[in-house]
């Protein structure tokens, strides 16, 4: 029985090629295309609500009632929402997979992230498109102004 | 033979010098930019997800999101704030350089650190004494 060596310097075979999407090409593409917009949505959300007027201590319901039933800023929060989940979810997983050595704590750490990612993405997105800015019943001084309006 | 142990003993030599040549990731700025990186996006994701939950109070009811905000608006806090803006800009800018390594040129990736740091001191400065400002006054 003989066996075959390969030329040394040839370049090592893979499995022979798997149909179907390279899923992690695409996360690659995807850390790098979010990343770029989560720049621009994270300063402009970091200038808006901690920069202007008072910053940090003229947050309140008032204030983010204001945003969320503005549809500029709704998009923009569902936007982070989504984009910054799944940015961060994946920068985790790679963590997991460089630092966790038997295959049940990847398995465990994995899930768990993406079970924190897809209830938080639910969550926060139904927060976004369901929000009451005036709920019955509420004090008005907690109430942004446009309330009491009618 | 003899020639061959001869090479591999000037390859590990080269492998365990002191100072690694030629290598984006070991040692020097390509690693640390890369641990810095790895830090900041873990702290920012552990933050994200009780950011979420936090802003998530906004459905419950008006008295129940001001009262954890307010407890954002202590001076313990606010120094936090800035720890995250400061890992925030860091992750960023950095990102972006990555980005440039992978797409522009390998070759500049130190001199790129050198700027990721330059510009996060700039945006520090222009943020921290506002933030400051408005969590430490009245």
Redesign the interface.
Known sequence: MSTTLEAPRSPYSRSPKKRGINWEKWGWIYM?AS??V??VL??GH?FVN??IG?????????F??GK?TNPFWQTWDVLM?WL??IH??N??RT?VNDYATTRLTRGILKSSILA?VVI?IV??T??IY???AC?AG??AD??PSFCSAN | MPQQSAETLASQQKTTSRRPAGTLYRGREGMWSWVLHRITGVAIFFFLLVHILDTALVRVSPEAYNGVISSYQTPIMGLGETALVAAIVFHAFNGLRIILIDFWNAKYQKVMFYVVIGLWVVTMLAFVPRHLMNVFSD
């Open positions: 790098r990343g770029v989560l720049v994270i300063f970091l901690l920069m008072e910053g940090v201590s003229a947050l309140n319901f008032a983010v009632a969320l929402l910054a989940l961060g979810g920068g985790m963590l924190a938080l969550l926060g139904l927060v369901t929000f009451d709920p509420s004090p907690l109430l």
